[in-house]
């Protein structure tokens, strides 16, 4: 995979206009990994209403183009809050934000994106007010899984979810 300029990426809030592209990488993504075992995408209603209200969208921005993304959302008093798996308190619930879904572009992957959105998503979230942040990563999925952990995130639980496919919960306080 040819190394890009990391200079190139400008990461930033994901406006309006980025959707149709977020959600086309994301369809994309599901035709390419229909294992939901390894992924389990959004879909447009979804992202859209984080661009709305319920958390934010990340990108980083390549060209004019969108080379990696990523949903952050607040579960508040949502069932699949992954604050109740882990039994924290209904306050400490409505303190979390889920790293939901992140992607990065076939040919821009190798250039630590992920961390990037990451790193700049965390401390938003914290000034939020959820600063609490939680994952579920596939054991099958070393490159993300790496990727939490190379950041700080820490296995707290490992449970059947999503239709009775395997996940790692992570967490991180920040
Ligand atoms: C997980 C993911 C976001 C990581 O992308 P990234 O930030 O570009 O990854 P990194 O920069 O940490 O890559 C480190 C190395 O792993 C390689 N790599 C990353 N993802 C890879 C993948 N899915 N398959 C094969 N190799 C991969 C990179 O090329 C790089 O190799 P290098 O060190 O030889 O250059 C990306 O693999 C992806 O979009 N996967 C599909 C969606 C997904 O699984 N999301 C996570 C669950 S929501």
């Keep these: 995979m040819p190394e890009q300029d990391a200079t190139e990426y400008s990461i930033r809030f994901a406006r309006y206009s980025d959707l149709k592209r977020v959600t086309d990488i994301m369809e994309s993504m599901e035709e390419q990994i229909d294992d939901t075992s390894i992924f ?14 319920e958390g ?17 959302r607040f579960p508040r008093d949502s069932e699949d809050n992954l604050g109740r ?11 979390v934000n889920h ?12 250039n630590a994106l992920m961390q990037k959105l990451i790193e700049y998503s965390e401390p938003i979230a914290k000034f939020m007010d959820y600063p609490i942040a939680m994952a579920t ?3 099958d999925n070393p ?5 939490f952990l190379k950041m700080g995130y820490k296995e707290v639980l490992r449970k059947k979810k999503y239709d009775d496919v395997e ?4 967490r991180k306080d920040l």
């Excluded at 490159?143 to 990727?147: K, P």
């Design 167 to 170: 996940r790692i919960i992570l």
């Design 143 to 147: 490159y993300s899984l790496n990727n």
């Design 56 to 72: 934010f969208i990340v990108v980083a921005g390549h060209k004019k183009k969108i080379a990696a993304f990523l949903i952050v």
């Design 85 to 95: 798996d882990i039994g924290l308190n209904e306050d400490d619930q409505w303190k």
């Design 99 to 110: 790293m939901e879904s992140v992607i990065v572009v076939d040919e821009h992957r190798g």
């Design 40 to 53: 389990v995408a959004d879909d447009e209603y979804f992202i859209k209403s984080h661009i709305e209200r």
């Design 137 to 139: 990563v596939s054991p």
